[in-house]
T-cell receptor
Framework: AQSVTQLGSHVSVSEGALVLLRCNYSSSVPPYLFWYVQYPNQGLQLLLK??????LVKGINGFEAEFKKSETSFHLTKPSAHMSDAAEYFC???????????FGKGTKLSVKP | EAEVAQSPRYKITEKSQAVAFWCDPI?????LYWYRQILGQGPELLVQ????????DSQLPKDRFSAERLKGVDSTLKIQPAELGDSAMYLC?????????????FGEGSRLTVL
C-alpha cells in the first residue's frame, strides 16, 4: 500500500534562506509523486510532479524536488524563500490502481522577514 | 483557465441539520473526487467517480453521507444529519482520466462549520 510521511508539521525560515520540506514515501510499485501548495482557505495547487525520467523535477515559483529511490524520499527545496511562499505544503503519492492521491499530513511553512 | 467550481464556499449549520455541497469539474474531466480535509491534516478521499459510476467510496460514512454524479458531469455531496465532527473543508477535484499522469485539479473548497 502507498503512503507518505512528511517530517515536521511546521517549518520556519528567514526570507532569502533555503527552504527544505521533507517527504518520504512507501510504495510497492514505482511511485508517481506530487507536491501541492495550499494557501489559507484555498484549494490545492500543483507545484510539481515526478512520474518517470529525470529525478530532479522543477516546478512553479522556483521550487524543485529530487526523487531518490534508495532513500524513498522526495524532498521539496527552494534556494531562497520569499514571503509569498508562506503556505501549507502537501506531499502526495498516486494510488495507481484506483487513480487517486494519498496525501501526507502537510507542512506549514512560515517565512520571517 | 478552466477551473473546478464549488459552492458554497462557506457553510455554517447546526448539528442534525442537512447540508449539501456542489461541484462542477473541468469540462471533459471524466474523474471526479471528493476529499475531506480536517483542520491541520491532509486531504482524505471520501468518494471517487468515473463518469457517473462510483469507483471508490470505501471511506465515505454511508450512514450519513451520500454523493451522486447523475449525468457524469457535476456532483453533489450531502450530509444528513450533520455532526460536530463533520466540521472540515470539503474539496472537490477532477482529472482527465485515472491512470494518466495522476494530476488532480482542485476547487477552492467548501468550509463547513457544524455548531
Amino acid at each position: 500500500a502507498q503512503s507518505v510521511t512528511q517530517l515536521g508539521s511546521h517549518v520556519s525560515v528567514s526570507e532569502g534562506a533555503l527552504v527544505l520540506l521533507r517527504c518520504n514515501y512507501s510504495s510497492s510499485v514505482p511511485p508517481y509523486l506530487f507536491w501541492y501548495v495550499q494557501y489559507p482557505n484555498q484549494g490545492l495547487q500543483l507545484l510539481l510532479k515526478y512520474t518517470t525520467g529525470a529525478t530532479l523535477v522543477k516546478g512553479i515559483n522556483g521550487f524543485e524536488a529530487e526523487f531518490k529511490k534508495s532513500e524513498t524520499s522526495f524532498h521539496l527545496t527552494k534556494p531562497s524563500a520569499h514571503m509569498s511562499d508562506a503556505a501549507e505544503y502537501f506531499c502526495a503519492v498516486y494510488k495507481g490502481s484506483q487513480g487517486n492521491l494519498i496525501f501526507g499530513k502537510g507542512t506549514k511553512l512560515s517565512v520571517k522577514p | 483557465e478552466a477551473e473546478v467550481a464549488q459552492s458554497p464556499r462557506y457553510k455554517i449549520t447546526e448539528k442534525s441539520q442537512a447540508v449539501a455541497f456542489w461541484c462542477d469539474p473541468i469540462s471533459g474531466h471524466a474523474t471526479l473526487y471528493w476529499y475531506r480535509q480536517i483542520l491541520g491534516q491532509g486531504p482524505e478521499l471520501l468518494v471517487q467517480f468515473q463518469d457517473e459510476s462510483v469507483v471508490d467510496d470505501s471511506q465515505l460514512p454511508k450512514d450519513r453521507f451520500s454523493a451522486e454524479r447523475l449525468k457524469g458531469v457535476d456532483s453533489t455531496l450531502k450530509i444528513q444529519p450533520a455532526e460536530l465532527g463533520d466540521s472540515a473543508m470539503y474539496l472537490c477535484a477532477s482529472s482527465f482520466s485515472p491512470g494518466g499522469t495522476g494530476e488532480l485539479f482542485f476547487g477552492e473548497g467548501s468550509r463547513l462549520t457544524v455548531l
